[in-house]
Every structure is written in C-alpha cells, then in structure tokens.
C-alpha cells in the first residue's frame, strides 16, 4: 500500500467523522453549534484529503499502467525479435538443407536416360568400319569411365555384326591419363563433314536429359580425328587450386556443410596421415581439420602425426578390407563431404578405397590401425 492510498483512506476516515459530528450536533442539543463547525471543518478538510489522495492515487495507477503496457509492449518486441530470428534460423537451415540436395544431386554418378540411350542407337549411321564411331574417356576416374561404358553399351544394342545379328557390334571403348589443360563433361568431337549430325545428335541428347556439347574446332581436344569421337570428361570440382586447403574450413558455411555429413557418425574413429616431411600447407590443413573432425562433428581422432609411405596429390579416404557397415557409411559421408566443401582434386568423384595388405611377413602396407577406423590421407595441394 502506498503514500497516497494511505492518505485516501484517512481522508474518508475524517468525512465521516465529521458528517457524525455535524447530524449529533443537530439532532442533538442545541447548545452544541461549535461541535457543529468543527465537523464541518473536519468533513470539508476530509473531502479535500480525500480528493488529493484520489487524484494522487489516480497518478499512480496511470504509472503503472503505462509501466505494465510498455513491458507488454517490450515483451512483444522481443517476441517478435524471436520469431524473426527464429525464421531466420529456419531459413538458414532450409538454405543449407538445399545446398546439400543440391551437392548431393551434383554428387550423383551420370547415367544415360532410356530416351538418350535411344537417340544414341537411332540416330548414329551404322558403322562403316571398325574405327567410325569410338567413346574416348580417362581411367584416372571411375565415374566417366562407367558413363562412357554406357554410351558404348547404347550404340552397339542396335548395331548387330554382319553374319551374325544375334551379336552386337559395339564401338571401340579407349581410355587415357588425363592430360592438360582438363575438360568437363561429354562433347562430341565429330569430323568437319559431320557437323551438322553432331550439332543434331547434341540437341537430341539434351533434350532427352543428357547434356553434352559440340566443341569449336579451336576447342577440340582432337582436332585431327577422322572418326566420330564421343569423349565422355570428368565432372567439374569447384576447388580453387591456388587456395590454401586449410581456408576452406575456416568458412564459416563450408566448415558447417562439411561437418553436417559426419554429425550422423558420432565417436567415429578416424586417423590423418600426411606426407613425409613437414610441408606447411599439410601441416595446417592437418590441424584445421583435426578440429573440424573433432569438434563439431564429435569423431574420435587419433594416430594424428604419422607420415604416409608415399605422396601423391589430393585427399584420399581408405578403410580396411574388413571394416563394418557403418565404418564404411562414415567413410563414405566423409569422402563426400571433402568434395561437397572443394577438398578434392578437380574432376575426382567422391570415392572410398579399401586397403589390400595381404598380412605376410615383412610386408610395409598402408591400412588404418584397425577395422573400424578410416584412414584419411592429406597429400600435397593439387
């Protein structure tokens, strides 16, 4: 109870002292006119404490009020302030929920659609000789050396040998290292007389979903053939081969897209191997990634300092020949989190090798130390 509601209630207490005054005196003896006065004081005096105490009273219920509505007010601000950063969060999440659709999309092997693999057949002349037609593709990766087979499989299902239609005769299927400069994807490298079959062969393939290209005559990678060449290239890799590795966990959306693959793992075992030597660009990616693997994503790091028999270029990921299912999901997850982040050579698919030490004596073999962890390999920057 405060001042003015104290007040209030002493001021009535007077009113009614002095109206009880005022109706003894006059119902009373008549000799009492000065009792009569002072209750008329008393009341009047009464009245104003009263109407003081009620204005002061009014001013602070006003008070709080107003303090009560701007709490009110302040508490639907940060409500609304929550729900908007709420909404950001969920956006954020949806943004990174999509961008690993998307990668994972990326991520997806190539396959010719049935309509491609039917234009493929149609639309090819038949062969006039042994050499006409031939699928080009490199063997340094498997994924476009599976999609040439596919392009190889297609044109010769429609294709029987002469004598003998029970049997296909398919296109020469030739393999090669990569050479530079690198190209991407599948281009159709058709002789000058050709042009105009590659450029319709091209259009009917991407409209049945299998994108490819006619090269310029000074883009071609070889511009002397004389046969129909269907070069089947890697996938571009979005890695920045001037970058130092270690900057591209320290991105605050790549480091949280790399570790979102391996969060589903928790207390994997994992290992780093590095190159002889103490290369510095090795070393730091190797500590950068150290605390990626063992902070957010919550895997058991161990054997950190380790060299490797040899180097190559890139990242590798290896589990042993008898590593369990989940060993191997883990592997897998990891292998596509470096390429959906750029940690992987340019055109390298996302793949996981298997260790084949044979356990004879004396043999120096490169396995993880045991059947549940993986083996991760920094060579140097490619």
């Not at 190159?275 to 902070?295: K, T, V, W, Y």
Request: with cysteine.
């Amino acid at each position: 109870m405060n001042l003015w509601e104290v007040a209030e209630y002493v001021g009535e207490a007077l009113v009614f002292i002095g109206v009880f005054g005022e109706v003894y005196a006059e119902w009373g003896e008549r000799h009492l006119k000065r009792l009569a006065a002072t209750s008329s004081i008393t009341c009047i005096a009464g009245l104003a404490v009263s109407f003081a105490a009620l204005i002061g009273t009014n001013e602070g219920f006003n008070t709080i009020i107003a303090n009560l509505n701007k709490q009110a007010a302040d508490a639907n601000s940060k409500a609304a302030q929550l729900e908007e950063d709420a909404a950001g969060l969920r956006k954020a999440a949806e943004d990174e929920h999509l961008a690993r659709v998307q990668i994972e999309k990326s991520l997806e092997w190539r396959h010719l659609s049935d309509g491609g693999k039917n234009v493929l057949c149609t639309m090819l002349p038949s062969q006039k000789g042994e050499e006409e037609t031939a699928v080009l593709t490199y063997w340094s990766d498997p994924e476009p050396a599976m999609y040439a087979t596919e392009f190889r499989d297609a044109i010769g299902s429609c294709r029987p040998m002469p004598g003998r239609p029970d049997i296909k005769q398919a296109p020469a299927l030739a393999m090669e290292p990569w050479k530079p400069p690198l190209k991407f994807g599948v281009t159709l490298e058709f002789p000058t007389r050709e042009a105009g079959l590659a450029e319709s062969l091209a259009k009917a393939l991407v409209a049945n979903g299998t994108q490819v290209t006619v090269p310029l005559p000074s883009e071609r990678q070889f511009p002397a053939t004389e046969n129909r060449l269907i070069v089947v290239n890697p996938r571009p890799s979005p890695i920045i081969p001037t970058d130092r590795r270690e900057n591209m966990l320290r991105d605050p959306a790549k480091h949280s897209l790399f570790t979102s693959f391996l969060k589903p793992f928790p207390g994997q075992k994992v290992e780093v191997r590095t190159c002889p030597g103490h290369e510095s660009e090795q070393q730091m990616f190797n500590l950068i990634l150290f605390g990626a693997l063992s902070g957010d994503a919550g895997w058991n790091v161990g054997n950190i300092n380790r060299a490797l028999l040899g180097c190559g270029e890139g990242v590798f990921v290896m589990v042993g020949p008898v590593a369990s299912q989940r060993t191997k999901d883990a592997a897998n997850a990891l292998a596509k989190a470096l390429v959906a982040v750029g940690l992987e050579p340019l055109g390298v698919a996302p793949s996981v090798s298997v260790a084949t030490c044979t356990g004879q004596a004396g043999e120096v073999c490169l396995q993880p130390s045991s059947a549940d962890s993986i083996l991760i390999g920094i060579q140097a920057h490619p």
